[in-house]
T-cell receptor
Framework: GENVEQHPSTLSVQEGDSAVIKCTYS??????FPWYKQELGKGPQLIID?????GEKKDQRIAVTLNKTAKHFSLHITETQPEDSAVYFC????????????FGQGTELSVKP | GAVVSQHPSRVICKSGTSVKIECRSL??????MFWYRQFPKQSLMLMAT?????????EQGVEKDKFLINHASLTLSTLTVTSAHPEDSSFYIC???????????FGPGTRLTVT
């Protein structure tokens, strides 16, 4: 089955710097790669996603890149702000798994003012 | 996207009792819902897929007789933790998938504490 590895587990940056979180997946059939932000005691919120027919997607300060050949995808946050501090999860799913998401281990991002 | 609610948000129960958690899709008809469990400082682990009008499908290692799932309508799925023990204390989260886009919309979660 699918396995998703996420690095780093913790990331501390200064306000205004960029943050990059990387994930690799194992199942070449995976075709949907969302990123979620989870604040303490809350459910995950979708912040951006990418599909296998696209190499890069950007939404304001957030971007995601996908390398299908290498089976890895990354989240890039520019001009970080303290409110970006949270746990970020990557995930992968394929259409032949009924929409099941397999999550990475999570990255705790801390943005210091 | 879909709006998903869970009830209760927090529950404390005594060991040996059963607890029911509700997941509602407020604006989206869901033939499928997913139930996840999340221990502190860990990732979300899929427990089971709730199917409207049929039996739930459970992930390997999840006891179906302990975690009873009922998907009574297109907007409601319930998870009942039977004979709860302290090790069942966790954050339980449901999600509603949009099959046309593959997106999943998560509920706010239910914090279960078993004493």
């Amino acid at each position: 089955g699918e396995n998703v590895e996420q690095h780093p587990s913790t990331l501390s940056v200064q306000e205004g710097d960029s943050a990059v979180i990387k994930c690799t997946y194992s199942d070449s059939a995976s075709n949907y790669f969302p990123w979620y932000k989870q604040e303490l005691g809350k459910g995950p919120q979708l912040i951006i996603d990418i599909r296998s027919n696209v190499g890069e997607k950007k939404d304001q300060r957030i971007a995601v890149t996908l390398n299908k050949t290498a089976k890895h995808f990354s989240l890039h946050i520019t001009e970080t702000q303290p409110e970006d501090s949270a746990v970020y999860f990557c995930a992968a799913s394929s259409g032949n798994q009924g929409g099941k998401l397999i999550f990475g281990q999570g990255t705790e991002l801390s943005v210091k003012p | 996207g879909a709006v998903v609610s869970q009830h209760p948000s927090r529950v404390i129960c005594k060991s040996g009792t059963s607890v029911k958690i509700e997941c509602r899709s407020l604006d989206f008809q869901a033939t499928t819902m997913f139930w996840y469990r999340q221990f502190p400082k860990q990732s979300l682990m899929l427990m089971a897929t709730s199917n409207e009008g049929s039996k739930a499908t459970y992930e390997q290692g999840v006891e179906k007789d302990k975690f009873l799932i009922n998907h009574a309508s297109l907007t409601l799925s319930t998870l009942t933790v039977t004979s709860a023990h302290p090790e069942d204390s966790s954050f339980y989260i449901c999600s509603v998938p949009d099959r046309s886009s593959n997106e999943q919309y998560f509920g706010p979660g239910t914090r279960l504490t078993v004493t």
